[in-house]
């Protein structure tokens, strides 16, 4: 286990890196940047050696490596807050429930040093709020894996955000989806209230979201990578991290971290994005070579049943295999009741047809049964 001697010296190693020299749009290169130009930015905590990009037009600028909490432990997350990370999203749902005590410990005392972003699935913001001992959350986001869904909740959830904000309680609004991204973010396009978007953005979107990001960058939005990793191995994730970062439209890659050693792995990465460092296998070559899931929805959209196998597919190859987590695997299979739902599949095969990944979707839905069973993932 890591000590706190541990996360002082690798703050400290962090800080003294040297991890590349070019400035380009919108980002601040930390060791060469003059501390005043972050000054002049109101980069909060800010840190040399770490860089910050512009959150679209909200006149905010985050880490280009930030904190996502549906993995982590509390020590990694306030190392980061320590070594100049000040974005971090959360969810009273992550973690087994135990992220947003996690974020609050880990920001006690130095709330002004970060920007926190909430998913919008709380049962009351104003309770999550005073559990996290912050008055105002910098970001919502609002999950929306339906394009069909999101037109028809489009005007709810905008008036849930002006409320909110009237009251001083959020200041922006962000869509976060990992299903159909290109099709939620047109519609997120389209609205006049959301600053950025938070689509899972691994080796395939970096591809397919090209024309998304243009627009997303002419309207003044950004993207928060999420779901980076794909189905990549550990030793090809890093140079995804700096692949995803390639594009001024992207503001940060947000992770869960576990450790001390992962958040010093990805932070390099992202500072090290536009350098050179890291390019022996760029962001086109892993696209290229991706034969995961690019968790597209096309499945479920195709099963007569209405069953979720994209929810299904992402639990067993991405939860459980990529990232290694079988607790995380197994509560958003148990969250979003997917054994209730399996229940009904007749074994048509329809989901896998539409697969264009060609991925054995029925071989996954009974991989993540056995799991179940055989108790592999709790
Ligand atoms: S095999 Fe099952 S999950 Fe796949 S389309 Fe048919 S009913 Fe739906
Ligand atoms: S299994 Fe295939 S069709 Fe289903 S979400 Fe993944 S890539 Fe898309």
Redesign the pocket.
Known sequence: MSTNYDRRSFVKKLGASGLGIALFAREIMGQAADSAAASAKKIRNYKPGMKYRLVGSTGIYISAFSIGTTRGELEAISAGVDSGVNFIHTSANYIGGRAIDMVAKAIKGRTDKVYIALKGDFATLEETLKALGIPCADFVFFPQHDPDALRKNLSDIRTRFMTWRDKGLVKFAGLTSHKAMAECIDIALGADFFSCVMPAYGPAQVKELADRRSALAKKGMSIIAMKTKGELSDADYPAQITAALASGTVASVLRGVKTLEELKAWTAAANSAQTGWLRTRNGTQLAQDYHGCTMCGR??R??????P?ADVVRCVRYYHQAEHDPALAAGQFAEMGLALA?T?????????ASCPQKIG??AE?RRSREFGTAGLWS
């Open positions: 499945c479920e195709a099963c007569p049943k209405g069953i196998t399996l009904n599949c007749d074994n048509c095969g329809l989901c896998e979707v029925r839905l």
